[in-house]
C-alpha cells in the first residue's frame, strides 16, 4: 500500500471539497493516485460536493438546542430554501446544534464526531453528495449560567427549534426557574422582533459611542441650538435614539411598547439578571449572487 502523505490528502480536499476521511480513504484504495482518487470520487457521488461550493448558499435554518443551563444558536445554510424543508437536512442542523452547546467555535464543531463514526464535516459533505446543494456551517454561539436558565425561541419556527430567526436568553436569579423561564421567553420574542445588537450601554463600542456623539453634536449645533445646553442635548438623543435602539436593555419591552425591558425585569425582582442573549437572523450579512433573467435565460441559450 502507498504511504499516504498529509499534504496529498489536503490537496485532494481542495480540488474536491470532500471531507478529510473520504479523501484519505480514495487515496488508500488507489495507491496514491491522485488523479484515480478524483476520479474515484467522482464515481462515489462524493466530488461533486466540489462543484457546488462556489454557490452562494444563503438560505437554510437557525437551530437551537439547549442542555441544563447551556445552549446554542447554529446558521446552517443551504442554497435554496426547498432544501430547508428537507427532513435530512433539518434532522442535521439540530443534531449540530446539540453538538454545538459542548464546543467553542466553528472549527471545532466541524471536527466534532457526529456520532456516527465521522466528523460533522465529513457528516456535511456526504449530506451535499444526497441532496445536490452547497452546504456550510456558518457560525455557532453558546450561552451558559450558572444559578438559571438559558431560554430558546425560535421565530415562525418550520420544526421545534428550527427557523429563520433563532434567539438564546441567558437569566440568572435566585428566583423559582419556571418564574425567569417565562419571563426570559418573553425577552427572547422582544429581542427577535426589536433585533438589538448588544446587552446593554457598557456593551456597546466606545469609539462608535464618541462617533456618535460628534454626529449629534454638529447635528444641534447647525439646527441653532445654545452650546451651554449642547451636551444635555446630545446624550438625551444618544440614549434615547442610539442606545434605545440597540442595546437590549435600553429599548421599550414590546409588550407594552414603553417600559425599557431593564425596567421589566426589575419590576420582576431585584435578583434577576439578564446576562447574555444571542440572535440569530438567517443570512444575515451574506451577499447574495444577483442576475436578472435575461442573462440568465441567454447563459442557457448558449450552453
Not at 456551517?137 to 419556527?157: C, F, K, Q, W
Not at 434615547?240 to 417600559?259: A, V, Y
Not at 431593564?262 to 440569530?280: M, N, W
Request: aromatic share 4%; glycine share 8%.
Amino acid at each position: 500500500m502507498a504511504d499516504i502523505k498529509a499534504s496529498d490528502v489536503k490537496e485532494l480536499r481542495e480540488k474536491t471539497g470532500v471531507g478529510m476521511m473520504d479523501a484519505k480513504k480514495a487515496l488508500v484504495e488507489n495507491n496514491g493516485d491522485m488523479e484515480a482518487a478524483v476520479d474515484w470520487l467522482r464515481t462515489a457521488g462524493l466530488a461533486k460536493a466540489a462543484k457546488k461550493s462556489g454557490r452562494t448558499a444563503a438560505e437554510g435554518l437557525i437551530a437551537i438546542a439547549t442542555s441544563g443551563n447551556k445552549g446554542a444558536v447554529v446558521e446552517v445554510n443551504s442554497e435554496t430554501d426547498f432544501v430547508a424543508r428537507n427532513e435530512k437536512f433539518q434532522e442535521f442542523a439540530l443534531k449540530v446544534a446539540e453538538i454545538a452547546i459542548n464546543v467553542s467555535d466553528v472549527e471545532a464543531l466541524k471536527a466534532a464526531d457526529y456520532g456516527n463514526g465521522k466528523s460533522v464535516e465529513d457528516t456535511l459533505t456526504s449530506l451535499i453528495a444526497t441532496i445536490g446543494e452547497h452546504m456550510s456551517i456558518r457560525r455557532m454561539d453558546t450561552l451558559e449560567v450558572n444559578n438559571g436558565v438559558v431560554v430558546p425561541y425560535v421565530h415562525s419556527a418550520l420544526a421545534e427549534n428550527i427557523g429563520k430567526i433563532g434567539v438564546l436568553v441567558a437569566m440568572e436569579a435566585d428566583a423559582s426557574k419556571d418564574k425567569i423561564a417565562d419571563l426570559a421567553k418573553q425577552v427572547a420574542m422582544h429581542a427577535a422582533a426589536a433585533r438589538p445588537e448588544f446587552l446593554d450601554k457598557d456593551s456597546v463600542d466606545a469609539e462608535a459611542i464618541e462617533r456618535e456623539k460628534a454626529v449629534l453634536t454638529e447635528k444641534h449645533r447647525a439646527s441653532g441650538k445654545p452650546e451651554d445646553r449642547l451636551e444635555g442635548i446630545v446624550m438625551g438623543d444618544l440614549n434615547k435614539n442610539f442606545f434605545g435602539q440597540i442595546c437590549l436593555l435600553e429599548q421599550p419591552f414590546i409588550m407594552d411598547g414603553k417600559t425599557k425591558v431593564a425596567q421589566v425585569l426589575k419590576d420582576a425582582g431585584e435578583d434577576i439578571k439578564l446576562t447574555g442573549f444571542v440572535r440569530f437572523e438567517l443570512g444575515e450579512g451574506i451577499e447574495r449572487e444577483e442576475e436578472d433573467f435575461a442573462a440568465e435565460v441567454a447563459k442557457v441559450a448558449h450552453g
